[in-house]
Each structure stands twice: as structure tokens, then as C-alpha cells.
């Protein structure tokens, strides 16, 4: 008898402790998350290192899409990267972008501009998810990323192919066909 009122008494404890967590880990790790973004922030604003920049991009992006005011003090940087020389770093700040849910109207045509103009096949590639991560409010880049499947059509191998999937991907998401 002693045993089981133990073993109820201690479920209880664990389910109110669960619940309790429940309702708190956002804040609790809300502290951790900005002093995180402020890191990265400052390796995509100070450093050399091209490989640094793109990783603390990637990241950003990742907790853009957590939660958009993590990164909200680092979109003029984000939106600088997007004119960095490094190919590997424009394409990074172009999917951040579209993964920060900036309005279309401030972000989309950057990205569209990318995708038609980039020289660089991987910083279109870049664009094309950064526009299909904005979702159903890039419909106006539809006819920018149906231009760019059609003339990747055929394409079976290397970046050119990369680039016809995330255009046709990009289309199927912007349309809501695709999950």
C-alpha cells in the first residue's frame, strides 16, 4: 500500500515537473538564443573567414524560422551579406532572408533580382529557396522561377539540375502544392 501511494505521489511530482517545463522552456531558452544570434551576428559583421560567414547565416536562418525577433537586429547585416563578394555567402544571406519572413515587398525583389542576374549558379539557387521559404506570399517571383525551370529544363547533372529543383520546388511551395 505504502509503495503505491510512493510510486503515485512520485508520478505526480514528474507530471507537474513536465507541465512546468512545458510552460516555461521557451523563456528559459530565449536567454541562450540571443546571446547565440549576437554571436553570429558578430562573425557575419567582422569576420575574414567566408566559411564563418555562411555558418553563422545558416544558423541565423535556422532560428528565424523558431522564432523572427531572435534575428530581427541582425537583418541590416543579413541584408548586407547579400551583396558580400563570396559567392557561398550571398547564396547563405539569400536563403536567411527568405527564412527571416520578410515582407515580399522588401525582400523579394532582392531575391528575384539574385535569381535572375547572380552570375554565380549557386547564389540563384540560393534565392530560389530563400523565395520557396517565404511561401505563398512570393507569388509575384512565380514567373521569375517558372522562367528559370524552363530554362534548366533537360538539365541532368550538376548545378544547373540543383537549380531546376529548387526553382520547380520554390514554384510547388509559392502555390501551396507542396508541403
Do not use: H, W
Not at 534575428?71 to 555567402?89: F, N, T
Not at 523565395?131 to 538539365?155: D, F, I
Not at 541532368?156 to 502555390?175: D, E, F, H, W
Request: charged share 30%.
Amino acid at each position: 500500500m505504502g509503495a503505491t501511494k510512493l510510486a503515485r505521489a512520485m508520478c505526480a511530482i514528474a507530471l507537474f515537473n513536465g507541465a512546468l517545463f512545458l510552460c516555461v522552456k521557451d523563456e528559459a531558452f530565449a536567454g541562450e538564443r540571443e546571446e547565440r544570434v549576437k554571436k553570429l551576428t558578430a562573425d557575419l559583421r567582422k569576420s575574414k573567414d567566408a566559411k564563418a560567414r555562411i555558418t553563422a547565416l545558416q544558423e541565423l536562418g535556422e532560428l528565424a524560422q523558431i522564432k523572427k525577433s531572435l534575428v530581427q537586429d541582425s537583418l541590416p547585416d543579413i541584408y548586407k551579406a547579400v551583396e558580400d563578394k563570396d559567392p557561398g555567402v550571398r547564396a547563405a544571406a539569400a536563403e536567411t532572408l527568405g527564412k527571416a519572413d520578410e515582407p515580399y515587398d522588401k525582400a523579394g525583389d532582392i531575391l528575384v533580382k539574385m535569381l535572375k542576374d547572380d552570375k554565380e549558379t549557386g547564389v540563384k539557387i540560393g534565392a530560389a529557396k530563400g523565395l520557396a521559404a517565404m511561401g505563398m506570399t512570393a507569388k509575384a517571383a512565380l514567373p521569375a522561377l517558372q522562367e528559370v525551370v524552363q530554362a534548366t529544363k533537360g538539365e541532368k547533372k550538376g548545378p544547373l539540375n540543383q537549380l531546376n529543383t529548387a526553382a520547380k520546388s520554390a514554384v510547388q511551395l509559392i502555390r501551396g502544392t507542396k508541403k
